[in-house]
């Protein structure tokens, strides 16, 4: 059984910085792509960033140049450092793991608040 574990959300002023972390444990397909997804409140669930096992990565245009995606394979954790933050980054931040082998395999953490004021 695979489990997303996440932290490191909290209350920032407008302007500041947060990082969020995500580990994985379980057994894991080394080819995948971690990646982060928000939702705002009444709003649908959109992606933020995603980064393959390969490295490369992938941005929301509102997010570009502020928000940083990275991943520690070894340690099956993925971060997001989000800088300048503005107050409509508030939502709730989810992590997502997902690959195909046979069938699509798709998990996702509970969840972290993320709360920035103007």
């Known amino acids: 059984q695979v489990q997303l574990v996440e932290s490191g959300g909290g209350l920032v002023q407008a302007g500041g910085s947060l990082r969020l972390s995500c580990a994985a444990s379980?057994?894991?397909?080394?080819?995948?792509?971690m990646g982060w997804y928000r939702q705002a409140q009444g709003k649908q669930r959109e992606l933020v960033a995603v980064?393959?096992?390969?490295?490369?990565?992938n941005y929301a245009d509102s997010v570009k140049g502020r928000f940083t995606i990275s991943r520690d394979s070894s340690k099956n954790t993925v971060y997001l450092q989000m800088d300048s933050l503005k107050p409509e980054d508030t939502a709730v931040y989810y992590c997502n793991l997902y690959w195909t082998a046979w069938r699509v395999y798709d998990y996702w953490g509970q969840g972290t608040q993320v709360t920035v004021s103007s």
């Open positions: 980064i393959m096992s390969s490295g490369s990565t």
């Open positions: 379980g057994s894991i397909f080394s080819i995948n792509a």
